[in-house]
């Protein structure tokens, strides 16, 4: 495979180039944990943040220039295209909330399907924003991303978060059609919101399907699997990789394969060295340090991190947590963490 030195770290480990080191960032790496973050957040609501192109921008980089992560991740929030489909959201201490819900194959048709530089516009000017002040890095990949269709749809149905997922699963078995059509129209909404990110500036771009793993093997054939498929189809992945994470993947991974993303993002209930058995070596890996080893003691993480380095290598790995960062995470862990996959640069690589 040929080397391009001119992309960033994280899109040629994307594409399974042989590197010195992998690189590494952070889910959820912009955020609570930091003071800088709250100083902002004490001045403006979740989503007014969110929909503040400076702010977000301010918010995006805190990160980058506290710890030198490889990558700048946006700022924003997987609810915001359900938002823009006509669906309004509020955010509060128990997390977020829709106060009207999807229930009925009306409430789907009554759903549009926007255009993203019309009603998500600040979120590709944020992108644009990133692009800019990134420009003297060229090592570090800005990455875009958006929930998965399954994912928002539980949101929607829901009407937040759920301990028991009862309402999306009766839809699921009740009204199978309906849940069918809204999974559709997020789809299509979920394409153009991506590619308009790539558009914008994203070099990576990443899916979540945080609630993914509550379906077994059969359901997430016919609610996840063909979604998915469509997605990374569409995607203008020549311009940018792709990656796919569904949280509690254990037994799916084989199913998270044939939606033929660039990279699999794995959580922490399968090591990389299962993961790799399973999908052999035709996508990279990203993964997947427990979040809450970050609360240890610095002589219990660092050999946690060396142990996972040694077991991704340096072709076609990207060093991660399985789950997003905790807002109890000390900051000096998180500079530790970064520095010791930094460090690795000056060890012989393994694979």
Not at 27 to 32: I, S, T
Not at 66 to 91: K, S
Not at 268 to 282: E, K, M
Request: neutral net charge.
């Amino acid at each position: 495979m040929s080397t391009d030195h001119s992309s960033p770290r994280l899109v040629r480990a994307c594409r399974q180039e042989v590197l010195d080191r992998p690189p590494v960032w952070l889910m959820r790496q912009a955020g609570r944990y930091m003071p800088e973050y709250r100083a902002v957040r004490e001045k403006v609501s979740f989503l007014d943040l969110c929909k503040n192109p400076d702010l977000a921008a301010e918010v995006s980089l805190q990160p980058f220039h506290a710890f030198g992560m490889d990558a700048v991740i946006m700022f924003c929030d997987i609810l915001i295209p359900p938002e823009a489909m006509g669906l309004p959201v509020t955010f509060g201490d128990g997390g977020p909330t829709f106060p009207r819900t999807i229930q009925s194959a009306a409430d789907v048709d009554r759903l549009i399907i926007p255009d993203p530089m019309e009603k998500t516009g600040f979120v590709m000017e944020l992108l644009r924003k990133l692009r800019r002040e990134l420009s003297s890095s060229p090592e570090t990949a800005l990455v875009g991303f958006a929930g998965a269709p399954w994912t928002l749809a539980t949101y929607m149905v829901e009407g937040g978060g759920s301990k028991n997922f009862a309402k999306i699963k009766g839809m699921m078995y009740e009204q199978p059609d309906v849940l069918h059509r809204l999974l559709e129209k997020l789809t299509q909404t979920v394409i153009l919101y991506l590619n308009a990110q790539i558009e914008a500036g994203a070099q990576v771009v990443q899916l979540f399907d945080t609630w993914g793993g509550i379906l077994n093997e059969k359901e997430y054939r016919q609610f996840i699997m063909p979604y998915h498929q469509r997605i990374m189809e569409a995607l203008h992945r020549d311009k940018a990789p792709a990656i796919l994470y569904v949280n509690n993947s254990r037994g799916l991974l084989p199913l998270m394969a044939k939606a033929n993303p660039d990279v699999i993002s794995v959580d922490t209930l399968t090591t990389l060295s299962d993961a790799r058995q399973i999908l052999g070596s035709r996508f990279a890996l990203q993964g997947n340090l427990e979040p809450t080893a970050l609360f240890l003691k610095p002589e219990t993480l660092k050999p946690m991190v060396q142990s996972l380095l040694a077991e991704g290598g340096n072709q076609g790995y990207i060093f991660n947590l399985g789950h997003g960062i905790l807002p109890p995470t000390p900051v000096e862990n998180v500079r530790l963490l970064v520095n010791l996959v930094k460090e690795s640069a000056l060890t012989p690589a393994t694979h």
